[in-house]
Nanobody
Framework: QVQLVESGGGLVQAGGSLRLSCAAS????????MGWFRQAPGKEREFVVA????????YYADSVKGRFTISRDNAKNTVYLQMNSLKPEDTAVYYC???????????????????WGQGTQVTVSS
């Protein structure tokens, strides 16, 4: 079992940056594939990015590729999402998720993740 707590959301102007953090409690954080998802009002939850156990592999949604960067620090049980060149369409609640995957496979499906945080609001003004 792992508990996830996101932080770092807020209000930013278009073109600005934010860094989200997701702190995990519990053991074996380094054995989880981690992901970030987002959900805008009236829309379905959307995949943003995933990262492998070691951080050596990542998988980005096309909509954020080149602007967002995921990283993790297994010593601190934390995964980060650096968001640059933010756009109004990035406005959403951002969720951190953990996936139990013995093979360490990255996945963009929300249903593939076992644990979720409560989310943090990101609002980008135009």
């Amino acid at each position: 079992q792992v508990q996830l707590v996101e932080s770092g959301g807020g209000l930013v102007q278009a073109g600005g940056s934010l860094r989200l953090s997701c702190a995990a409690s519990g053991r074996a954080f380094s054995s989880y594939v981690m992901g970030w998802f987002r959900q805008a009002p009236g829309k379905e939850r959307e995949f943003v990015v995933a990262i492998s156990w070691s951080g050596g592999s990542t998988y980005y949604a096309d909509s954020v590729k080149g602007r967002f960067t995921i990283s993790r620090d297994n010593a601190k049980n934390t995964v980060y999402l650096q968001m640059n060149s933010l756009k109004p369409e990035d406005t959403a609640v951002y969720y951190c998720a953990a996936r139990v995957s013995p093979l360490g496979l990255l996945d963009s499906r929300a249903g593939a993740y076992d644990y979720w945080g409560q989310g943090t609001q990101v609002t980008v003004s135009s």
